[in-house]
Nanobody, 121 residues
Framework: QVQLVESGGGLVQAGGSLRLSCAAS????????MGWFRQAPGKEREFVAA????????SYAASVKGRFTISRDNAKNTVYLQMNGLKSEDTAVYYC??????????????WGQGTQVTVSS
């Protein structure tokens, strides 16, 4: 079992920045590719960003590319999402995910509980 706990969400003005963190416990963190997803009210959960087990490979949704950066610290069992240039359409609950496959998929093995990000315009 892997437990994932997100933090760092909150209310921010458009154009501002936030950094989300996801702390993992349980099985060896470096065994898992990690990702961030989000779900806005009335919409389906969507992929945001992913990072491979070593951190050498990343991928992003087109809507956040160039504004968001995913990273991980395997020594701290933590994955981060740095969000810059936030827009009102980034408002959502953000979820951390851990996947035993090489790169995180839409059906990861574990989900966090989510953290709310609200961007005011």
């Amino acid at each position: 079992q892997v437990q994932l706990v997100e933090s760092g969400g909150g209310l921010v003005q458009a154009g501002g920045s936030l950094r989300l963190s996801c702390a993992a416990s349980g099985r060896t963190f470096s065994w898992y590719s990690m990702g961030w997803f989000r779900q806005a009210p009335g919409k389906e959960r969507e992929f945001v960003a992913a990072i491979s087990r070593s951190g050498s490979s990343t991928s992003y949704a087109a809507s956040v590319k160039g504004r968001f950066t995913i990273s991980r610290d395997n020594a701290k069992n933590t994955v981060y999402l740095q969000m810059n240039g936030l827009k009102s359409e980034d408002t959502a609950v953000y979820y951390c995910a851990a996947d035993s496959k090489y790169i995180v998929t839409t059906t990861p093995d574990y989900w966090g509980q989510g953290t709310q990000v609200t961007v005011s315009s």
